[in-house]
């Protein structure tokens, strides 16, 4: 006997309602760090994506309660589900995009933007992923695929331009102090 744990039609449509708000803020977030981005201010961006990553837990929590439920009598909440996962892809996607577009080629970037856009490469390549599922075949908007590549050309852009963080790490030990105190005191002879 397999035990299958099932979750109850309202606390799916909790969640669903759940994600549909945090995705609202994000939206909201998103109009910020654009305005903001453009002005050299990465920190509401920094906002966005915290937010975004919110959203992403509550989609993947979601999304492992919609396969839990029995495919006869709950095939709408799955429905749903899917409808707003490509809807809020399809939105974060164009977003991102514009965020990153308002950056300047000539705008300076703060030590340290490498490693703060490099996770957003990869944030796209996993969505761009996901919506090369097989049940999302036919159903995602050119548009979108549009966007994410798009995004990520933008984002290797800044990438490669971008200054990253000091690198400490890479040196074994302090180096050894020289013996030069003695030296000091003698006259230099010619």
Request: glycine share 4%.
């Amino acid at each position: 006997m397999v035990w299958r744990r099932t979750h109850s039609r309202e606390g799916i449509r909790d969640l669903l309602s759940a994600v549909e708000q945090q995705a609202a803020k994000a939206l909201r977030l998103a109009e910020r760090a654009q305005r903001d981005i453009g002005r050299g201010r990465f920190a509401s961006f920094l906002d966005f994506r915290k937010q975004v990553e919110e959203v992403r837990a509550l989609l993947t929590l979601t999304e492992g309660r919609v396969k839990d439920v029995e495919d006869s009598k709950q095939s709408d909440l799955r429905a749903e589900f899917e409808r707003m996962d490509l809807f809020l892809m399809g939105v974060m996607a164009k977003t991102t995009r514009r965020c990153f577009a308002v950056l300047r080629d000539d705008q300076a970037l703060p030590i340290g933007a490498r490693e703060l856009f490099e996770p957003e490469l990869r944030v796209i390549e996993q969505t761009r992923d996901r919506l090369n599922r097989p049940h999302y075949e036919g159903r995602v908007p050119p548009e979108v695929l549009e966007d994410l590549a798009a995004t990520a050309e933008l984002i290797r852009r800044i990438i490669a331009r971008a200054p990253s963080l000091p690198d400490f790490s890479d040196s074994p030990s302090a180096p050894k102090p020289v013996k030069r105190l003695r030296t000091l005191s003698r006259a230099i002879r010619n």
